[in-house]
């Protein structure tokens, strides 16, 4: 049997507060018609990224309204995820190669896993990204299929696209974080559902006052210093180096800044341990420079507390499926300047907007003005927490998920 990860605990009643109980009695009212059906979640990493960071907050809390959940992982070796790194790569759009010989290495890991899945019995299944996206061809199980892809798919690569659409085509219906997202030629139900934060786990929640700086200064990182920090993945399309530019130029300006990048290892994703090199022999030469990860134990308690202390938050992605970083960031009431890019448009609408870049120059000279205006950092504060507030929270998701669901099996 596939690799089946821990729930946990979770309250979706936690929530109330928040959202009001309303909204919570809807997600309810919904939920108890979907008690019968048992539903897999499927993706490739229970740690690290975007989706793991969704799962392990959205599946809990589903499982609190009384649904029959599971989550469940794929295998593969580290081939296999070099080669769904190219699918990762060449569905947003980049020049990629798929050999034949590589397409059967990947159907082979495929088929492999699928053998795991069909001795478990499911009514529905939601296979998350491209990793996993064939199983529903080799697979006997008599359900319905939902693919949740998080990237941008609106110009594929031709030949990742050809080899992969196939399969996408097979399922009952694909969601989509936006609807710029779609590619033309797609002939298959689609859902636009952007994705949430949940508020109530470590990397969200409220910490004490002093606690921010502690953690901040016991890292080694001088608190009298004004910080700029990206958090995520060492991903090209992140685009790190160009945050170290950024900040550079922001160092012209102000000498004192200092930058602190942090990003977790996630084991599909080997092409983060070439960046985080070349990232690393930057900052060996600048001793404002520091580098986190998860390998250094800087999970999510510390991300919350960089976030929640450091001046300005920076989110230089080129493409973005989301990015869960920028809500976060938004919901601690933080300035955020970020690329003008996918998901991150969604979040930061609005007055948000001016302080979405489209150059490194445009990045410093936004993060220079954060800086020298304490006003401006403030009001953009309480517009983005709002924002978050009112559109990407787990209730929120929760409750489309679940009307997608109702519709796919007549309920
Ligand atoms: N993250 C983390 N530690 C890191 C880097 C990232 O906990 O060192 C988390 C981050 O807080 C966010 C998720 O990983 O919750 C990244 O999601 P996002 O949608 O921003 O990007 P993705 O990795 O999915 O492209």
Redesign the pocket.
Known sequence: MLQQVDLGFKHIDTYETITGPEKIAEIKSLASKLKHLRILYINSTPFG???A?LLSSQLPLMKSLGLQIDWRIIYGDEHFFSITKRFHNGLQGADVQLTEHLKERYLGNIIANVKELDCCNYDLIVVQDPQPVALIAYSNMQAKWIWRV?VDMSAPNPSTWQFLKPFVERYNAVIFTMEEFIPEDIEVQTAIIPPAIDITNT?NMELPAALPKMVIKNSGVDIKKPVILQ???FDTWKDPMGVIEAYRLVKQKIPEVQLVL???MAHDDPEGWKIYGSINEEAVKDPDMYIY??QTS?G?LE?NAFQRGCDVIIQKSIKE?????VS?SLWKSKPVVAGRAGGIKLQMKGKLEKFLVDSTEEAASKIIYFLQNPKVMHEFGILGHNQVKEHFLMPRLIKDELELISRLVGV
């Open positions: 990224g975007g989706v960071e998080h990397k958090v995520s993945r942090v990003g977790a990860t998860n800087t999510s991300v499926g989301f990015g869960l970083v976060e």
